[in-house]
Every structure is written in C-alpha cells, then in structure tokens.
C-alpha cells in the first residue's frame, strides 16, 4: 500500500540524490514516493433531509441560469450585458461603464455574504450552490441513470470492454456533453441576444468569438463536473483554503459525534451495543462511500470536507435501521459537542456577536446601494475637450473652444437635455443647446462654447456644464476646462 502523502515529511528526509519532488529515504533508507496518484471517487446515491436542500438549490440555480436569458423586457431581452455597447441592461436598470460603482458594491455585498454564510455554518456555498457542486450534481445523476450506482459503476469499471460499457459510456459523455455544450450557450447568451445566438447557431453562422466562448465554457463544465470533481475543489478552489480562517468553535458543521460513536464495530440490529461495549457506530463506512471528496468524516474536521450533509443523510438511515437516535454525523459546533447543547442552545451561540456585525453591515450595504441606485440620474455624460480644435478667434473677437459631449440615456424611452456652460463671465452654448437621445442610447455631439472678448486672462480656465433632462427630472454637472489663448 502507498504511504500517506501526508505522513511522509514527518517520517522521511529528503535525499539529495534523489531529484527534487521525486521522492524521499524513509527511516529506514527505503525510497519513498512522494507523488499520490489519483484515485478515482464512485460517490454512492444518497437521499436525506440535506440531500433535498441541494437539489432545490440545484433547480433554483439552474432555473434561474438556464432561463433569464430567454425573458424579455419590453422590446429587449432582460438580462444583457452587451460589451460591444458598453452596457448591460437588468430588467429595467441600464447601466453604463460609469456605474462600475454598484458592480463594486455587488461584489462587497457577495464578499460579505460569504463571510456571513461561512461565519454561521461553514462551506454552505460550497456544499450547496458552488456551481462546481451543482453541475457535479447534475453530472453524477446523468451518470447513474446510465450507468447505475456506485457499485454497478465500479464493477463495470473494473472489466474489459464490452458492447453494454461502450454503449453506457458513449451516451453518459454525449448527455454530458449536451448539458455542457447548452451551459456554454447560455453563457455566451448573456453577452449577445440569445435569440439571435440560438439563429445563429442553427445557421452554424457563429461568430469567431461566440463560438470560442460557448467552446471553452461549454469543455470547462464537461471537464470539471465530468472529470476534475472533487480534485477542483481540493486543489484548484482558493476559497477552499482560506474559508477555514473564519470558522470558530460556535460555527455550525458537519461532526461525527466521536463520544457517542466509538468504539465502532458491526454488530446485529438486535444486539445491544452496552453489553458489546460498542458505540453507536455500525462501521458501515457508508458515510465515506456517498463522500464526494472520499473523505471520512469520522477523522475529524478535513478541509477537504465541502460540508455537503452527505454523510449525515445516509448515516441517519443507518441509525433508522438500526433503531438509533439519528445525529450520529450532524451539523452542529465544536463547542456544543463539548458542552452536550440542545439545539437551541447551539443556534442561541450561533448568532452571535460576530455573526450579528456580519449582518448588519451586509443590510447596511444592501440598503445603501438600494437607495443610491433609486436615486441615480437617469442618464449620464462624459465631456472630452476636442484636442483636435484648441482654443481660436471667431467672429467679433470671440473666444471659441470645441467639446464632444457624451450624453448616455439610461431610461427605456427617448429623452431630451438642454445643456448649458457655465464658470467664466458671458460664457455661453453657441451650437444647439438642446439634445434628443434615444431610448437606452448614447450620442455623442460637438458643443461650440464663445468666451466675449477680455472676459477672461489668457490660460485654462475651470468651467461646468450643467445638462438637465427635458423629460425626466435629473440633472448632472460635469467640470472642464476652457482654454483662452495668448493675444
Ligand atoms: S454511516 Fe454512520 S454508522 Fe456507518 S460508518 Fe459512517 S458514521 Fe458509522
Ligand atoms: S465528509 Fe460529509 S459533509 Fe464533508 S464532503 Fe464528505 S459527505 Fe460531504
């Protein structure tokens, strides 16, 4: 049997003959590798209270995923994030690169929740609605319904080829590539109108980036959920080494009671566990068998544990069975195990101080961003001085500086503005003052300010341009310059 890969730096030395990552000399002079090939995990079907909870998350999510590209807005789709126009559109918000602020707060917002989340009851993120989890979910249960479960799986795995395994295995990777190839889809469907990707597809008239994108996104699914599973999670997931920094002993995870549980050992549904001296573990090991990382839950805390309540889910049956108390695996805290808690007691010590500070910056972040987005201004405008026009003499002595005015109208219908300048004195719009964008679109036009003459010392000069909307009551200043040139 291979060693430990975690138990060879306490036993073995490193061997300078030996290249380095390549092995090491035991104790006894033995050439130990230090490389653990992989093994691959058969997780066992599993049915339960946590077990429901991720599937309802699994359809939630993939609902919600698979089917908000497909709603319309009025005449647009609903959800859009369109890169070529700088703009995405959600159900009524249209929003452009200067409100990259509430992308920022979005993520705070999801930092936080995390925090919050982890805080109260560890890798619920990840047991529950990581896509890693979900899509894997999605993959195995394409994989038993061809190719039955764990044991089924493992028995034909173990064989030589034949018709019934090729037959099983092309059509689990051709369902799972389907799934993949409609996840990379919808992906893409939510950069470019969905409804004209799906027409474009059937014409297989993609474009070079729409059919790269829908590729790559589509093989990262296959591969992940397919292949990499459990290996992403361990080795690839940075939040799967950090996330344990902000557990404590009142966070909620998934324990094998040991005091309760050993010593463990089989024994008969009728036989007395007190007079075997036995704990109420049957040794069953069929909490490691529906394991998806393969972990046994009964070493302890792991951090290769995504605290998926498999393990509690068939452990439960096993007690049913055995006509148990269930909660031999549970999710509870470090300190209500020591302390023997009731429940009540455990979920008084969860929300706690630190757990409640989480919470209501989080609510404090939410409203802020909920009332700055009501309050917003409904449009939106970039000035940029025309570098290719500087400041000249026009008629009666005037001065003349150009600007080219982006005026952006985030509102589902066609708006007017009237600009106005203002910062110098007999400072005025010598072009059209009043400008009329279309609904969700941004214009760019040239603004031709005059200065009269002597108003101002020659230089650059701080000026404003107020732009209020004819239409709806916003209204934005934004600053320059005005340029005045030597006589
Ligand atoms: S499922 Fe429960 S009884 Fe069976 S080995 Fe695991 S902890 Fe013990
Ligand atoms: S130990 Fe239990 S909770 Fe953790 S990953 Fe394995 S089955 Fe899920």
């Known amino acids: 049997m291979l060693p430990n890969p975690r138990v060879i730096p306490i036993l073995a030395q490193p061997d300078p003959a030996v290249p380095a990552g390549e092995g090491a000399r035991g104790v006894d002079g033995e050439l130990i590798s230090l490389y653990a090939p992989h093994e691959k995990i058969y997780p066992r079907s599993v049915s339960g209270l946590f077990s429901r909870w991720r599937w309802a998350m699994v359809v939630l999510t993939q609902l919600v995923f698979y089917g908000l590209p497909w709603l319309e807005w009025g005449q647009r789709q609903a ?44 890798r619920l993120w990840c047991g529950y609605a990581c896509p890693q ?36 295995k092309s059509a689990k990777h051709g369902l799972w590539l389907l799934v993949a190839l409609w996840t990379g889809f919808t992906f ?139 909660g031999l695996v549970k999710y509870t805290t470090e300190n209500a195990i020591q302390q023997g808690w009731t429940w009540a007691q455990t979920l008084r010590q969860v929300f ?16 802020a961003m909920l009332v700055s987005l009501s309050l917003r201004t409904p449009f939106k405008v970039d000035v940029v001085h025309d570098s290719g026009v500087t400041a000249r003499i026009v008629g009666a002595g005037r001065i003349e500086n150009v600007y080219r005015l982006q005026v952006m109208n985030a509102t589902e219908s066609a708006q007017r503005y009237r600009l106005a300048v203002s910062g110098l004195p007999g400072l005025a719009i010598s072009s059209e003052p009043e400008v009329a964008v279309g609904a969700t679109q941004s214009r760019w036009v040239a603004v031709r300010v005059q200065l009269p003459p002597g108003a101002a010392m020659p230089g650059s000069h701080p000026v404003h341009f107020d732009i209020d909307s004819l239409d709806t009551s916003g209204h934005l200043s934004e600053r320059s310059v005005f340029l005045v040139p030597q006589p």
């Open 79 to 122: 959800v859009l994030f369109d890169l070529g126009a700088r703009r995405f559109y959600i159900f009524g918000l249209v929003l452009y690169p200067q409100d990259f602020i509430y992308l920022t707060g979005l993520l705070v917002i999801s930092a936080l929740s995390l925090f919050l989340f982890t805080a109260v009851a560890g």
């Open 133 to 168: 989890t979900v899509y894997t979910e999605i993959f195995l249960w394409i994989e038993k319904r061809v190719e039955g479960d764990r044991s089924a799986r493992m028995r034909r795995d173990s064989q030589s080829w034949s018709l019934d395994r090729l037959w099983r």
């Open 188 to 326: 893409v469907g939510y950069f470019t109108p969905v409804r004209e990707l799906a027409r474009e597809s059937l014409q297989l008239s993609l474009s070079t980036w729409e059919l790269f994108w829908t590729l790559f996104y589509g093989f990262a699914t296959y591969g992940n959920a397919g292949f990499m599973r459990e290996q992403v999670c361990k080795h690839m997931c940075p939040y799967a080494r950090f996330q344990s920094a902000m557990f404590d002993r009142d966070t909620l995870i998934v324990t094998y009671d040991q005091a309760r549980g050993e010593p463990r050992g089989a024994r008969s549904r009728h036989a007395d566990p007190v007079s075997l001296k036995l704990g109420a573990c049957v040794d069953c090991s069929l909490c490691v068998q529906v394991c998806p990382t393969g972990i046994d839950i009964r070493q302890g805390l792991q951090y290769e544990c995504i605290g998926c309540g498999a393990c509690a889910d068939v452990c439960d049956t096993v007690m049913d069975k055995m006509g148990y108390a269930r």
């Open 352 to 367: 706690r101080p630190r757990v409640l500070v989480y919470a209501s910056v989080l609510g404090a972040i939410v409203v």
